[in-house]
């Protein structure tokens, strides 16, 4: 057994975290919430569907960022809040980011959203319309009022994923740079920077490696601190002969050099399997896009899109995950 920590900085305590305990009878090192989806497209007047969504700790409470995708078929960014991490309230109107520079802030469309808290403020990373999609950076402090900073990268990259701390005195990043399109390759990426504007010491970190992952591979919620290394949980995707199939897994990367994968599931911890992940907008898709834990109990509550239709709930014990990502590597 492995005696893995989680770093000080790894968060706050969260005795309110959304859990369920294990299924009898259930084995698995990840489960699935009894009340999935937590959240359909009835959250929101005129929404087509509510996945790929990021949500944090927030004042005693949750609070996050959902994709929703309009019955236009926009695809926008929405504010929520929640008391306990399963009901949500989420704003009817998108978010409308403050920006200094119209080129930048002109919303084309915004989607699979992260929040990550850094140092004073809420952190948001999407995929943002601009000449192609590419990686949108803005903040908020109180989910009321969003501020949208420079683009991190040139398209065409997704899945821009922060780091809850500086690494080696900087701000850093993943990212999967991509295509125009429904990208048939991928690998992730780290890159560092000094003020959260101008990116660079870019390195390579994994690329798709064979079964649920060798299509593509792309960071999902926050990485998490621990005694190991930072425990990235990430998407892989395989082709099948009817398509794109997303489950995910994690790895362990170096604390102080993160591009360096030191272990890296080998089976997948979620694939879809529920009717709510094999059938809807995309068939056949888990993606997730936040983790929460609470460190005293190790309790992990990770939230995933579920087919491009829906927002669902999965669950897991620290330690095991932990002992999976390093034994089944
Ligand atoms: C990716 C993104 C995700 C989506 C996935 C499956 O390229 O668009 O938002 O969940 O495809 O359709």
């Given amino acids: 057994m492995v005696t893995a920590y989680l770093a000080a900085g790894s968060g706050p305590e969260l005795p309110n975290l959304p859990w369920e305990p294990r299924p009898a009878g259930c084995d698995d090192v990840v489960w699935r919430s009894a009340r999935n989806p937590?959240?359909?497209?009835?959250?929101?007047?005129?929404?087509?569907s509510i996945f790929n969504s990021a949500v944090v700790p927030f004042?005693?409470?949750?609070?996050?960022?959902?994709?929703?995708?309009?019955?236009?078929?926009?695809?926008?960014?929405?504010?929520?809040?929640s008391e306990d991490g399963f009901r949500w309230?989420?704003?009817?109107?998108?978010?409308?980011?403050?920006?200094?520079?119209?080129?930048?802030?002109?919303?084309?469309?915004?989607?699979?959203?992260?929040?990550c808290w850094l140092e004073d403020r809420y952190y948001i990373t999407w995929c943002n319309g601009?000449?192609?999609?590419?990686?949108?950076?803005?903040?908020?402090?109180?989910?009321?009022?969003?501020?949208?900073?420079e683009n991190a990268t040139l398209p065409y990259n997704r899945n821009g994923v922060l780091f809850p701390r500086r690494v080696r005195g900087k701000?850093?990043?993943?990212?999967?740079p991509s295509d125009t399109g429904h990208t048939p390759f991928g690998d992730i990426f780290y890159s560092e920077s000094p003020d959260m504007v101008?990116?660079?010491?870019?390195?390579?970190?994994?690329?798709?490696?064979?079964?649920?992952?060798?299509?593509?591979?792309?960071?999902?919620?926050?990485?998490?601190?621990?005694s190991e290394g930072w425990l990235?949980?990430?998407?892989?995707?395989?082709?099948?002969?009817?398509?794109?199939?997303?489950?995910?897994?994690?790895?362990?990367?170096?604390?102080?050099?993160?591009?360096?994968?030191?272990?890296?599931?080998?089976?997948?911890?979620?694939?879809?399997?529920?009717?709510?992940?094999?059938?809807?907008?995309?068939?056949?898709?888990?993606?997730?896009?936040?983790?929460l834990v609470d460190p005293p109990s190790g309790r992990m509550a990770i939230y995933y899109g579920g087919a491009d239709t829906v927002t669902c709930l999965a669950f897991a014990q620290f330690d095991e995950l932990m002992e999976f990502v390093i034994h089944e590597s």
């Fill in 130 to 149: 601009y000449h192609g999609p590419t990686i949108g950076v803005g903040y908020t402090y109180d989910f009321v009022t969003f501020y949208q900073m």
């Fill in 89 to 115: 309230q989420i704003a009817p109107q998108r978010i409308r980011f403050r920006c200094d520079d119209d080129e930048i802030g002109t919303f084309v469309y915004g989607y699979d959203p992260r929040v």
């Fill in 38 to 48: 937590i959240i359909t497209r009835d959250a929101v007047p005129g929404a087509n």
């Fill in 232 to 291: 990235v949980i990430y998407h892989g995707v395989l082709t099948s002969c009817n398509g794109f199939v997303y489950s995910f897994g994690a790895a362990l990367t170096d604390l102080d050099q993160p591009w360096k994968v030191i272990h890296r599931t080998r089976a997948y911890l979620l694939n879809p399997r529920e009717p709510y992940e094999c059938v809807g907008d995309v068939p056949n898709v888990t993606f997730p896009c936040a983790a």
């Fill in 198 to 226: 101008h990116w660079g010491h870019h390195r390579h970190v994994m690329s798709p490696c064979g079964g649920w992952q060798a299509t593509k591979v792309g960071a999902g919620p926050t990485p998490i601190e621990t």
């Fill in 59 to 81: 004042e005693g409470q949750f609070a996050g960022v959902f994709r929703c995708d309009t019955t236009a078929r926009d695809m926008q960014l929405h504010a929520g809040r």
């Fill in 171 to 176: 701000y850093a990043m993943l990212s999967r």
